[in-house]
């Protein structure tokens, strides 16, 4: 069965067959041919997949994201970030990347943020002398820091999957994002300094502190989502809801930014977006339950555990294999297909579960800057109207160091273990 499980997935991927329908039909096939059982089971299993009030924290996120990435709060995130750091060298386009970390902590979505913040930012660092790969580049990657930096919509489900607490993957999350934007920022600095690209900004104190007062209620949402998870205020879900109700009352009454036409659009697309993750989780989800039943993750962590004895050496090997699948896989199915198989082999080597969420998540992340499923590439390219093969090359540095941060977060367990365990 595990010899038709392997064949099945990889040639119905090789013909660009949905991922979902890769799953469900390679789960079908082995229900039918090898365990003897009614194809009604799957139905039960599709349904139990989504049974779970873990998962209505996906469109609640979403459609918090769309409402900000539509309205004000991204623009004025801008402003402020180009008040207060503006003037270094440089200083525009780590503006921007500021902005992308907060913006990713408010909505929880990578090409949401490219969206947001790049469809600004990109042009007014072209329109003030930066080089336009080097723009391209940092804003496309950047927002990769929407599934790293809390709330993160993969994260919920690796805590789904895995069952981990989804309050400590988030703070788990927030260092090595802190490490990746550090890096991203170094770069911007250096190459910004070689090049002379200086941003004049004729902001006086008074008006530096009226523009970020009013990013203030863009930058309080992460503390009020965060704050309330890890408080015990409020589970996960209800986060994902009090964000959307926040976000919604902040661009009606505060920055007047939303008509109910806007906001007709934004519902449109984002139960679009929800029904088509919702969509590859149920299908997924008779996937892992047969995977359990037959003790498949059992049986392979005991033939990896006979073969490869050192911890190092297991996370060396699945960094390799997950760099691989991120390039050919949705983030989201990674997560969902793998995790059930990873997880009996964490015990196995002594791997806290929540670092090797971490990791698992930096790595399918890369998959987001290649090819042939890199979203923010194809997003990125939308905005741009520039070739895929020009905006693949404009991300090739900052991918190096996301690679770079992939070695720290593996081989640095305190990197992602330390918030959680200094907040409990």
Do not use: H
Not at 68 to 74: F, N, P, Q, R, V
Not at 96 to 111: D, E, K, Q, R, V
Not at 129 to 156: C, H, N, Q, R, W
Not at 206 to 218: D, I, K
């Amino acid at each position: 069965m595990v010899i038709f499980l392997v064949l099945s997935f990889v040639i119905l991927l090789a013909l660009s067959v949905p991922i979902a329908i890769v799953v469900l039909a390679t789960t079908m096939g082995a229900v039918y041919f090898f365990l003897g059982m009614p194809l009604t089971t799957l139905v039960q299993q599709l349904f139990n997949g989504l049974d779970n009030f873990l998962l209505l924290a996906i469109p609640f996120f979403i459609l918090a994201g769309n409402i900000m990435a539509e309205g004000k709060i991204a623009t004025y995130l801008v402003e402020a970030m180009k008040a207060i750091i503006g003037r270094v060298p440089g200083g525009l386009a780590l503006a921007g990347l500021l902005t992308c970390m907060f913006f990713a902590a408010i909505s929880g979505s990578s090409p949401a943020t490219v969206i947001a913040v790049g469809s600004i930012m990109i042009p007014a660092l072209i329109k003030t002398g930066y080089d336009e790969k080097f723009s391209i580049g940092l804003l496309t990657s950047a927002g990769t820091l929407g599934i790293l930096i809390p709330p993160s919509i993969p994260m919920v489900l690796y805590s789904m999957v895995g069952d981990t607490s989804v309050g400590d993957m988030f703070m788990a999350g927030i260092v090595p994002g802190m490490v990746r934007v550090l890096f991203f920022g170094t770069y911007t600095y250096i190459i910004a300094k070689r090049c002379n690209w200086t941003f004049k900004t004729d902001y006086t104190l008074a008006e530096t502190m009226r523009v970020f007062g009013r990013a203030s209620w863009g930058l309080f949402m992460p503390v009020l989502v965060l704050g309330g998870i890890y408080s015990g205020i409020f589970t996960p879900t209800e986060a994902a809801g009090v964000s959307v109700v926040y976000a919604l009352l902040v661009e009606i009454f505060i920055y007047k930014s939303m008509s109910m036409e806007k906001f007709k659009k934004i519902l449109v697309q984002s139960a679009v977006l929800s029904s088509a993750l919702l969509f590859i989780i149920a299908c997924a989800m008779p996937f892992i339950w047969l995977l359990t039943r037959e003790q498949l993750p059992v049986q392979a962590a005991q033939y990896i555990g006979s073969i490869v004895s050192n911890k190092y050496m297991f996370l060396f090997l699945v960094n390799i294999l997950l760099l691989f699948i991120g390039c050919v896989m949705d983030i989201v199915a990674a997560i969902l297909v793998l995790t059930p198989i990873f997880k009996p082999m964490l015990d196995l080597y002594a791997i806290d579960p929540v670092m090797f969420g971490i990791v698992m998540i930096v790595n399918v992340e890369m998959g987001f800057l290649t090819f042939p499923f890199g979203l923010n590439l194809f997003v990125s390219m939308g905005m741009t109207k520039k070739p895929l093969t020009y905006i693949a090359s404009a991300v090739v540095p900052f991918l190096i160091m996301c690679g770079v941060c992939l070695l720290l977060v593996t081989y640095i367990p305190w990197l992602s273990l330390w918030l959680p365990q200094f907040l409990k």
